[in-house]
């Protein structure tokens, strides 16, 4: 005949270190089960976890007996399910074409297909048409990432959006994007750390599923940098495009250990002292204009391969592994010769390497996403493999995520 429940409890142990004393003692005292017959099974299933704090419930039956489940703090996982969007036609000189290619920025600035080919690996972007804003592709990039995880905006608790090219000064462009998608719970917010945004927010959004405060966070990395770039500067114009990309992020219970699935580690960076090696020249609380990108380009490069490869090996370090146990290398799209040496110095195969800048060109915080969702639905990354993402830019902001989809 089946037990009869006679009560649940719940509580905090230490994995192997459980004793009958409390908190096991006053949970469980009332039911008169065997305190250390319990104590005995929790600390045998759970001896590998070296004293850390397992929430565990316990399910106590008429006849004294009990069963228990352990769970681990959840962790973040990628829904497979992802959106990219690189939508755009028109050029700034209104010319009607949908991408821009090299040779048509002949006729604009001082340079040749074979000077943008050879320096940066960048062959052709995507320019926003005229009217069309951050929030436009941004609100494309979550519909597509809701409608491929078969979510409603229902189940999303929390909107994060990475941007340094808001629609306004104010309100945040990810309320915007809320509305739109006709969420009436929960919130949105807007993240600036220029071309790293998108690691930061979903390192933000893996830290606000693992205290519990959110279940499931759509992360979005939005821009349109071709509105405060100067067409006219041929060190910079050539090199950036405009463009979305969106995941959802959920919570799951996992074991905490480097074979779980989800953002495994997030290492990032900031250093305030090369502000002015790649900034925007102008801001609402120093000129009241919106302003122009201005960039020290040899400098940002000079700096780029070591603070990328100094996070990446701290993510090794964290986890264990090593550029051989990944499946797929997804950097920021900058320039392909700093994605080059950064793979070389890391030994990370080439095969391995995602590269979308020769036909997205620099997307600042919309890159990764946008590179993800491409080798996401072409099906190169499969469930299960292992993804390091990195980036670096303006701040200067550096960081890396280690992830297993
Ligand atoms: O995502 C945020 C992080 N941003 C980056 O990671 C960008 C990092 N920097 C870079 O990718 C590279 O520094 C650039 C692609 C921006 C420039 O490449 P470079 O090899 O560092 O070139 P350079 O700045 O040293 O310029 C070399 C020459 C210069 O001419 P002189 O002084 O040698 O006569 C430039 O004036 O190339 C000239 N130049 C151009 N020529 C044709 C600069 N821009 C252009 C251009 N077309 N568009």
Redesign the pocket.
């Known amino acids: 005949m089946a037990k009869k429940l006679a009560g649940t409890a719940k509580f905090q142990i230490p994995g192997g270190q459980a004793t009958p004393a409390p908190p096991v003692g006053t949970a469980l005292g009332k039911f008169g089960i065997n305190l250390g017959q319990f104590v005995q099974a929790f600390n045998d299933k759970t001896k590998d976890a070296g004293g850390m704090m397992i929430p565990v419930v316990v399910n106590v039956y008429n006849d004294r007996s009990f069963d228990f489940i352990t769970k681990s703090p959840p962790a973040a996982v990628l829904l497979k399910k992802a959106a990219n969007i690189a939508k755009g036609s028109g050029v700034p000189n209104k010319t009607k074409v949908g991408k821009v290619t090299n040779a048509q920025l002949e006729d604009m ?4 297909d074979e ?2 080919v050879q ?2 690996g960048i062959r052709q972007r995507h320019i926003a048409v005229e009217g069309e804003t951050t929030a436009d592709l941004g609100e494309k990039a979550a519909r597509a990432a809701l409608s491929n995880a078969g979510l409603n905006i229902e189940d999303i608790d929390l909107i994060i959006l990475a941007t340094s090219t808001p629609n306004n000064t104010f309100p945040a462009t990810s309320v915007e994007i809320q509305h739109r998608l006709g969420m009436k719970h929960g919130a949105a917010f807007d993240m600036q750390a ?2 790293s945004g998108f690691v930061f927010a979903l390192t933000t959004a893996d830290q606000y599923i693992r205290t519990g405060f959110a279940k499931r966070i759509i992360v979005i990395g939005a821009e349109t940098f071709s509105r405060i770039l100067d067409w006219e500067d ?2 910079t114009c ?2 950036f495009g405009d463009g979305a990309g969106a995941v959802i992020v959920e919570a799951s219970e996992q074991e905490g250990k480097p074979t779980d699935r989800g953002i495994l580690t997030s290492h990032l960076r900031s250093d305030g002292a090369h502000r002015d090696k ?1 900034y925007v020249d102008g801001g609402p609380s120093t000129t009241g204009t919106v302003g122009h990108l201005r ?1 020290a ?2 400098e ?2 000079r700096h ?1 391969v070591a603070m990328i490869t100094d996070v990446i090996e701290d993510a090794y370090q964290a986890t264990g592994y090593t550029s051989q146990d990944l499946d797929w290398f997804v950097p ?1 799209q ?2 392909k ?2 994605i080059d040496a950064s793979a070389k110095k890391l030994k990370i195969a080439p095969q391995k390497v995602v590269i979308t800048v020769d036909h997205h060109g ?1 997307t ?1 915080a919309a890159s990764i996403p946008m590179a993800l969702c491409e080798a996401l639905a072409d099906g190169r990354i499969q469930p299960g493999n292992l993804i390091l993402l990195e980036a ?3 701040g200067f902001t550096w960081g890396a995520t280690l992830l297993r989809w």
């Open positions: 600035v001082d340079t040749s000077w943008i320096r940066t220029v071309c041929r060190t050539v090199l790649l960039m380009g040899r940002v490069f780029a920021h900058a320039n010769r700093i620099n600042s670096m830019g303006g």
